[in-house]
């Protein structure tokens, strides 16, 4: 089997997997009658943040490797082709959002181990 269809089947585990973990979760806590605040101040947030990371890897980082990895192999991946004026900006633009994402996410789990929320 060539290497990017096994890390794209790896892409679609964990974050498929983790997409229905927080399902799970979130069944849970309807059934159980918290609050996502309740939740996220009590002993499952470990997990639910867990769950979250695993489908933002899987999704953000592995999916984005097998797609490398996939025009190495093949060469150049199918699909339409977008101009170097539109694709550059639109680019950059993606890695300002992620990296603004990963502030966010940065500030969120520092105050949760300071205990400001």
């Keep these: ?11 679609w585990i964990v974050t498929g997997g983790s997409a229905f973990w927080l399902w799970l979760l979130k069944q849970d806590r309807i059934k159980a ?3 996502e ?10 997990w639910v943040l867990m769950a979250s990371a695993g489908f933002i890897l899987g999704l953000f980082v592995i999916f984005p490797i ?6 190495k ?20 633009i993606l ?3 992620f990296a603004i994402f990963l502030l966010i996410a940065i500030a969120v789990w520092a105050a949760f181990l300071t205990g400001k929320i």
């Design 33 to 35: 009658g918290l609050t």
């Design 95 to 97: 890695y300002v959002a």
């Design 66 to 71: 097998s797609l490398y990895f996939e025009e």
């Design 73 to 92: 192999e093949e060469g150049r991946v199918g699909g339409p082709v977008v101009s170097d004026s539109l694709r550059k900006p639109f680019i950059t």
């Design 37 to 46: 605040r309740e939740v996220m101040i009590g002993p499952d947030a470990k």
């Design 1 to 11: 089997m060539k290497k990017w269809k096994i890390v794209t089947l790896a892409s």
